[in-house]
């Protein structure tokens, strides 16, 4: 079974950054692609950022250019910087190991605990 931890989250100003990590029980890289998710009160939990075995990255529109996805083998996590930080990015963000088949993530069952991301006005 595999275990996700994320960290990183935390209280920001908008315009701030923040770098989100998620590290892995085990490495979980050479046979899953990986992704980040958020999820705002009230709302449906949202694909943000997904990269490949291959390192091939898809971005949500809306964080396109502001946030960055990527892998750190050495580390065993896959972390997510962002930047430029929004009000409306304010969400528990959640890491996922699944599989990517062309633009289309499909999320696998493991999930961790979510951090949360607040962003003030």
């Known amino acids: 079974q595999v275990q996700l931890v994320e960290s990183g989250g935390g209280l920001v100003q908008a315009g701030g950054s923040l770098r989100l990590s998620c590290a892995a029980s085990r490495n979980i890289f050479s046979i899953n692609d990986m992704a980040w998710y958020r999820q705002a009160p009230g709302k449906q939990r949202e694909l943000v950022a997904s990269i490949t075995r291959a390192g091939i990255t898809n971005y949500l529109d809306s964080v396109k250019g502001r946030f960055t996805i990527s892998i750190d083998n050495a580390e065993n996590t896959v972390d997510l910087q962002m930047n430029s930080l929004k009000p409306e990015d304010t969400a528990v963000y959640y890491c996922?190991?699944?599989?990517?088949?062309?633009?289309?993530?499909?999320?696998?069952?493991?999930w961790g605990q979510g951090t949360q991301v607040t962003v003030s006005s």
């Open positions: 996922n190991a699944g599989h990517q088949s062309g633009t289309f993530y499909y999320a696998g069952p493991y």
